[in-house]
């Protein structure tokens, strides 16, 4: 069997998502799982350091019994940047910020609003009216801590850029960390 189909059926067949399979120098096996995501779920639930033991243990066994030839296997969670690759992710982390990169640069397409030849952007993922994608963003420096901000001055105008998933090379979370704990996100409204 493939390599591929031997990680998806061992980590699908524990119950967790497979994020990334990557193979770098020196022989190191790198597998990255999630917990499957439920659309409207309570809470949401987080790999922790005994799921990714469990499915080290289970990744090994098949691999050698496959003969898959490995030095280091290393399997962990996706991470504070984890990457976007499917249209379930994108529904996901819909209101989130990203760091977007495209595959060719944006050219003329943006009526001289932005450069040209720019590739990447970091902004909040929403949904498209035309129901594709785009990043909105605005080009504003951030505000510096105990900066004075004039209230005479106008924020710079917000910017969307709509895209397909064909057009993109790599969307990850952008890793903001908030030291102050995570922020509720905003559950369904009740009466």
């Known amino acids: 069997m493939a390599?591929?189909?031997?990680?998806?059926?061992?980590?699908?067949?524990?119950?967790?998502?497979?994020?990334?399979?990557?193979?770098?120098?020196?022989?190191?096996?790198?597998?990255?799982?999630?917990?499957?995501?439920v659309e409207?779920?309570?809470?949401?639930?987080?790999?922790?350091?005994?799921?990714?033991?469990?499915?080290?243990?289970?990744?090994?066994?098949?691999?050698?019994?496959?003969?898959v030839d490995y030095s280091r296997l290393e399997v962990s969670s996706p991470g504070i940047d984890r990457p976007l690759r499917h249209e379930q992710d994108f529904i996901r982390f819909q209101g989130e910020v990203v760091d977007?990169?495209?595959?060719?640069?944006?050219?003329?397409?943006?009526?001289?609003?932005?450069?040209?030849?720019?590739?990447?952007?970091?902004?909040?993922?929403?949904?498209?009216?035309?129901?594709?994608?785009?990043?909105?963003?605005s080009d504003e420096p951030p505000v510096k801590p105990g900066q004075r901000v004039s209230k005479k001055r106008a924020p710079a105008p917000l910017q969307a850029l709509g895209f397909t998933l064909d057009e993109l090379r790599e969307v990850r979370l952008a890793p903001i960390v908030n030291f102050k704990g995570r922020a509720a996100k905003p559950g369904p409204a009740s009466d």
């Open 40 to 67: 409207g779920a309570a809470q949401e639930q987080f790999v922790t350091v005994e799921d990714c033991e469990k499915v080290t243990r289970q990744l090994q066994f098949a691999l050698e019994v496959d003969g």
């Open 100 to 137: 977007l990169t495209l595959r060719q640069p944006i050219g003329a397409a943006a009526g001289g609003a932005v450069a040209a030849n720019r590739k990447k952007f970091r902004g909040t993922l929403e949904r498209a009216e035309e129901g594709g994608w785009q990043i909105v963003w």
């Open 3 to 37: 390599l591929q189909q031997i990680v998806e059926q061992t980590v699908t067949g524990l119950g967790y998502d497979l994020v990334e399979i990557e193979r770098s120098a020196g022989g190191l096996l790198r597998i990255t799982i999630d917990m499957p995501w």
